[in-house]
C-alpha cells in the first residue's frame, strides 16, 4: 500500500461516524430512531454547508464593479449545483418519514428545547439569499431573540448588513445597458404594442357573442386592473409607491431589465442572464417545497402539538412557508409579458449587440 494519505484519515470519519449521541439513551431508554433522526439532521447541515460554499462564491463575483462573462458561466453551473442538493433535501424528508409518530415521542421531550429554527447554517442561506428580518412573519422575528445564543444572534446581525443576492441582483440589473438605445427607447414602443393588445383584448370580450352581459363586465373589469398594473410598470413614481408597500423588492430599474430579458431571452447576448433568473425562480420554487414537505412531516408526526422549540409547529411552519421567499418579483414577470408576435422590433444595430457576430478577413 503506497504511504499516501488514507481514506478515513482525508474525511475525517472517525469525526464523522462518531457524532451521533443519543440523548435518550443518556437517559437509560434507548430509543431506536433516534439515530435516524440524529443522521438525517447532520446530513442536512452538510449540504447546507456545501450551499453556502456555492453560494458565496456566487456572492463574490457579483460583488465585483464588472461580472466578466466567462464567471457568469460560473455563477450558473453553481446555482445549478445548489438546485441539485435541494433534490437530496426534499427526498431525505422520505428517509425521515419512515419514522412513525410514536417512534418519534419515545425521544422527542429529551429534545427540548433545541429547534431546527437554531440552525444557524440555514439562517445564512436565508439571509444571503435575501430574507432579511424585515421581510419575516412576527414569531419568526420573535425567536431571533429568545432561540439563538448570543454570539449566534451577532453573527447573523452582522450578516444582515452585508449585501445579499437579491440586492446585488437587482445592481446588476440595473446596469443593464439594452433599455435605450441610441434614439430607441424600447419601452415606449412597448407601451404601444401593451394597448394596442389590451384594445384588441376588449373588443373580443364586448363582440363576443356567448357572454351575458354580466360577464362581459366582469372581464372588462378585470382587464381594467390589468392595464393599471401595465400603467404602474411603466410609471417610475407609482412603481416606487409600490415597492414601498411590499409589492415588490426590485428597483423599478431592476424589474425593468428583468423584464427585458425575458422577453428577449432568445437573443444571444441576454440567454445567460435569462438562465441565471430562472435558476433563481427555481431555487426559490424549491426552498418553498421543502418547507412546504417539511410541515407537512410536522403535522403527520406532531399534530397540533408545539415543536421542541415551543412553536405553534405545522401553523408557524406553514406561514413562513410563504412568507421566507426571496424572488417574488421574478414570479410577477409573466403578468407583464406578451405575446412574441406584439413585440416591438428592435433596431438592427441594437439586435446585432445582443447578438454574436465575428468578421474575419476576407480570403
Known amino acids: 500500500m503506497t504511504s499516501g494519505i488514507y481514506y478515513s484519515d482525508y474525511l475525517q470519519l472517525d469525526k464523522i461516524t462518531g457524532a ?32 453556502l460554499f456555492e453560494l458565496q462564491s456566487i456572492l463574490d463575483v457579483f460583488g465585483d464593479p464588472i461580472l466578466e462573462d466567462k464567471k457568469m458561466g460560473q455563477v450558473i453551473h453553481r446555482l445549478a449545483r445548489i438546485k441539485s442538493i435541494q433534490y437530496v433535501l426534499i427526498q431525505q424528508i422520505d428517509i425521515i418519514e419512515t419514522m412513525t409518530p410514536l417512534d418519534f415521542m419515545e425521544f422527542r421531550d429529551y429534545l427540548v428545547p433545541a429547534s431546527g429554527f437554531q440552525s444557524v447554517q440555514f439562517k445564512q442561506i436565508e439571509i444571503l439569499l435575501g430574507i432579511k428580518r424585515d421581510y419575516r412573519i412576527n414569531a419568526d422575528k420573535e425567536f431571533f431573540h429568545s432561540r439563538l445564543s448570543s454570539a449566534d444572534l451577532q453573527f447573523l446581525n452582522e450578516l444582515e448588513r452585508k449585501p445579499s443576492l437579491l440586492e446585488l441582483t437587482d445592481r446588476w440589473l440595473e446596469r443593464m445597458p439594452f433599455l435605450e438605445f441610441h434614439e430607441f427607447e424600447f419601452w415606449k414602443e412597448y407601451d404601444l404594442a401593451v394597448n394596442k393588445m389590451l384594445d384588441s383584448d376588449t373588443q373580443i370580450i ?5 357572454l351575458t352581459d354580466r360577464e362581459k363586465q366582469f372581464q372588462l373589469n378585470d382587464l381594467l386592473m390589468t392595464r393599471t398594473r401595465f400603467e404602474s410598470l411603466l410609471d417610475r413614481t407609482k412603481f416606487e409607491e409600490l415597492r414601498k408597500a411590499g409589492e415588490f423588492r426590485l428597483s423599478h430599474g431592476g424589474f425593468l431589465s428583468a423584464l427585458f430579458i425575458n422577453l428577449f431571452r432568445d437573443e444571444p447576448m441576454l440567454y445567460s442572464p435569462f438562465r441565471y433568473l430562472t435558476l433563481l425562480l427555481d431555487i426559490d420554487e424549491l426552498f418553498t417545497n ?30 413562513t412557508t410563504q412568507q421566507n421567499r426571496v424572488f417574488l418579483d421574478l414570479f410577477k414577470l409573466s403578468t407583464f409579458l406578451i405575446p412574441r408576435a406584439d413585440l416591438p422590433e428592435l433596431p438592427d444595430e441594437l439586435r446585432r449587440s445582443l447578438g454574436f457576430f465575428f468578421h474575419g478577413k476576407k480570403p
Open 290 to 319: 421543502w418547507r412546504q414537505r417539511h410541515a407537512m412531516m410536522v403535522q403527520r408526526m406532531l399534530g397540533t402539538k408545539i415543536g421542541t422549540g415551543g412553536s405553534s409547529g405545522h401553523d408557524y411552519l406553514s406561514a
Open 206 to 210: 364586448k363582440s363576443n357573442p356567448t
Open 20 to 51: 451521533q449521541e443519543l440523548e435518550s439513551e443518556k437517559h437509560g431508554h434507548p430509543a431506536h430512531d433516534e439515530m435516524l433522526f440524529i443522521i438525517t439532521h447532520q446530513a442536512y447541515e452538510l449540504w447546507f454547508k456545501q450551499i
